[in-house]
C-alpha cells in the first residue's frame, strides 16, 4: 500500500516556476515508478512525467519537455515536479501517482497507476 500527498501548488503569474512535491508512505517506495498527470476542468486526465523507480530513465508529455522535470529522493519518499516557464494551459489539478510497471510502452498510461494522490491545483494567469 501507498499512500501519496502532493504539495507545493499554487497561482502564478506567466512565466513563473512552481515545485510540486509528493511525499509518499511505505517502505517500498524505492520500488515504484512515479507518474505526474494533471487535469483541467471538462478534459481527461493527461501524462506529465514519469520516472523509473531508480531514476534510471525519465519521460515527458511533449507540451512540457524542456520546461518541466522529474525528479525522486528515495531516501526521503519523494518524487518531484519542477516546473518552470509556466504557461496559462499549464493550468490544473496535478496528480502524484504511483506504479511498479513502467517502462517505455506504458509510462503515460493512466491504467498502469495504482496509487494516486488528491491532487494539488496549479493556476497560472497570464
Known amino acids: 500500500q501507498v499512500h501519496l500527498l502532493e504539495s507545493g501548488g499554487g497561482l502564478v503569474q506567466a512565466g513563473a516556476s512552481l515545485r510540486l512535491s509528493c511525499a509518499a508512505s511505505?517502505?517500498?517506495?524505492?520500488?515504484?515508478?512515479m507518474g505526474w498527470f494533471r487535469q483541467a476542468p471538462g478534459t481527461e486526465r493527461e501524462f506529465v512525467a514519469a520516472?523509473?523507480?531508480?531514476?534510471?530513465?525519465?519521460y515527458y508529455a511533449d507540451s512540457v519537455k524542456g520546461r518541466f522535470t522529474i525528479s525522486r529522493d528515495n531516501a526521503k519518499n519523494t518524487v518531484y515536479l519542477q516546473m518552470n516557464s509556466l504557461k496559462p494551459e499549464d493550468t490544473a489539478v496535478y496528480y502524484c501517482?504511483?506504479?511498479?510497471?513502467?517502462?517505455?510502452?506504458?509510462?503515460?498510461?493512466?491504467?498502469?497507476?495504482?496509487?494516486w494522490g488528491q491532487g494539488t491545483q496549479v493556476t497560472v494567469s497570464s
Open positions: 501517482s504511483a506504479s511498479p510497471i513502467i517502462n517505455s510502452d506504458t509510462y503515460y498510461s493512466t491504467r498502469i497507476y495504482g496509487y
Open positions: 520516472i523509473s523507480h531508480n531514476s534510471g530513465s525519465t
Open positions: 511505505g517502505r517500498t517506495f524505492s520500488l515504484y515508478g
